[in-house]
């Protein structure tokens, strides 16, 4: 059995919410994808499903990152970041996934090729330890992510948009309107040796659906602990 813990918010208030993870880290599902390849729209959908999906934050946490590299074909992706082709071509460098593609997922830090299995998608086997608590706190725009093991990490958080909705104009999708969730606006990263993060969303909060946050040893993909939550 596998033991996690009911991911929920602790408090909710106007301007303050909490939300805590311990056990088994739910699995990062990463999506590269682009508005500008008409190959990721059914990619794009499928990531859509994990809305409905009861262990959603628990034991999934899907996330969509628009790269830019495909923005020459006639369609500029207002979601697309440069940081996020580079962390792509990172993954690849370190070995994570075999060449820069998209649509291409990448899950528990690696690369997954199973979502082009159309006839049974099965994720992989979630074999990641148990760790102890993870909570995030927000106070406003500023986030202050906690972790109670000791040691050197790295601290990623990023920000989510849902329903968003794209009518195409030009480039291989022109004439598609196109439906995304789980977006990422926003990635900040952060390293530290007492267990505590803060971060500031430079941003609106109004933009923002949904949070999350993950340790991960300094050189590694491999997510220690996770924590994610919808925005109040």
């Known amino acids: 059995m596998i033991a996690i813990s009911t991911l929920s918010i602790l408090a909710s208030l106007s301007a303050s919410q909490i939300w805590s993870h311990e056990g088994r880290p739910a699995q990062v599902i990463e999506l590269f994808t682009s508005e500008g390849c008409?190959?990721?729209p059914p990619a794009d959908k499928y990531l859509s499903t994990f809305e409905s999906n009861p262990g959603l934050w628990g034991k999934y946490i899907p996330v969509a990152y628009h790269v830019d590299y495909w923005d020459y074909l006639?369609?500029?992706?207002?979601?697309?970041?440069?940081?996020?082709?580079?962390?792509?071509?990172?993954?690849?460098?370190?070995?994570?996934?075999?060449?820069?593609y998209t649509p291409a997922f990448v899950v528990d830090g690696k690369e997954w090729r199973g979502f082009f299995n159309w006839r049974e998608r099965v994720l992989p086997s979630n074999h990641n330890d148990k760790a102890q608590s993870l909570v995030l706190e927000r106070s406003g725009n500023q986030f202050t992510l906690r972790f109670e093991e000791v040691g050197m990490y790295d601290a990623t958080i990023v920000f989510l948009s849902n329903n968003?909705?794209?009518?195409?104009?030009?480039?291989?999708?022109?004439?598609?309107?196109?439906?995304?969730?789980?977006?990422?606006?926003?990635k900040q990263q952060s390293r530290s040796e007492n267990g505590q993060?803060?971060?500031k969303l430079s941003q609106p909060l109004?933009?923002?659906?949904?949070?999350?946050?993950?340790?991960?040893?300094?050189?590694?993909?491999?997510?220690?602990?996770?924590?994610?939550?919808?925005?109040?």
């Open 38 to 40: 008409s190959s990721c």
């Open 74 to 100: 006639g369609w500029k992706d207002k979601f697309a970041k440069p940081e996020f082709s580079q962390l792509q071509r990172l993954y690849r460098a370190y070995g994570a996934v075999g060449s820069v």
């Open 164 to 186: 968003e909705t794209t009518p195409v104009k030009r480039g291989e999708n022109r004439g598609k309107v196109l439906e995304h969730d789980f977006v990422v606006l926003e």
């Open 197 to 199: 993060w803060t971060f």
């Open 206 to 232: 109004d933009n923002i659906d949904a949070v999350a946050a993950w340790v991960t040893e300094p050189g590694t993909f491999n997510r220690v602990q996770t924590v994610a939550g919808d925005i109040d």
